[in-house]
């Protein structure tokens, strides 16, 4: 059965510092593979989506993650965090009926 | 509207009480799922629609949740005698589905229940 491990819960970093976000999977076939931002009171937004092709992948507000097959993995990274990006972050895998998501990651900015 | 509509936004109700939730998918999407988000955890699939069927309907917790689809179009999530284990977002989320080749999912803003 496919699984979404996000090892950290909570990560802080200082505005302007760079950022990486874990996330591994586990998957039977060539996974679908998405991240999803939750801002405070806000419903879940795709940041970046990863499908085929190329494993480095752009997605919006200056998020990349890239796909590693040999290392089940797809974490995302920003090179400089800016205040409005602390929120949960959602790593998802799966297909149209088997979408499995993280218990997410949290980050704070600090000034 | 242009995104995935959820209503009521907040539902307060107390244990035993039987709660219906609605979802408004995006025009055209073929596919609608619905998740539970419990406090501090990451999204719990329920079950998922292709057009009005469920192929898949594993996540649903108990035979207390039911969820049905009508026109291919709005859903409604049902909890029987409702549980304080219950209290959750219940998130619903659209995609154009398997027949237009997209897993994009689209969310709506949720609906938090409190059983009291």
């Known amino acids: 059965a496919q699984s979404v491990t996000q090892p950290d819960i909570h990560i802080t970093v200082s505005e302007g510092a760079s950022l990486e976000l874990r996330c591994n999977y586990s998957?039977?076939?060539?996974?679908?593979l998405f991240w999803y931002v939750q801002s405070p009171g806000q419903g879940l937004q795709l940041l970046l989506k990863?499908?085929?092709?190329?494993?480095l992948v752009q997605g919006i507000k200056g998020f990349e993650a890239e796909f590693k097959r040999s290392q089940s993995s797809f974490n995302l990274r920003k090179p400089s965090v800016h205040w409005s990006d602390a929120a949960e972050y959602f790593c998802?895998?799966?297909?149209?009926?088997?979408?499995?998501f993280g218990a997410g990651t949290r980050l704070t900015v600090k000034p | 509207g242009a995104g995935v509509s959820q209503s009521p936004s907040n539902k307060v109700t107390e244990k035993g009480k039987d709660v219906e939730l609605r979802c408004d998918p995006i025009?055209?999407?073929?596919?609608l799922y619905w998740y539970r988000q419990s406090l501090g955890q990451g999204l719990e699939f329920l079950i998922y629609?292709?057009?009005?069927?469920?192929?898949?309907k594993s996540g649903l917790p108990s035979d207390r949740f039911s969820a049905e689809r009508t026109g291919g179009s709005v859903s409604t999530l049902t909890i029987q005698r409702t549980q304080q284990e219950d209290s959750a977002v219940y998130l619903c989320?659209?995609?154009?589905?398997?027949?237009?080749?997209?897993?994009?999912?689209?969310f709506g803003p949720g609906t938090r229940l409190t059983v009291l």
């Open positions: 989320a659209s995609s154009l589905g398997r027949d237009r080749g997209s897993h994009e999912q689209f």
């Open positions: 998957y039977g076939a060539t996974p679908y």
């Open positions: 990863y499908f085929s092709g190329d494993t």
């Open positions: 998802a895998v799966g297909g149209f009926n088997d979408m499995r």
């Open positions: 025009s055209g999407h073929t596919a």
């Open positions: 629609f292709q057009g009005n069927s469920a192929p898949d």
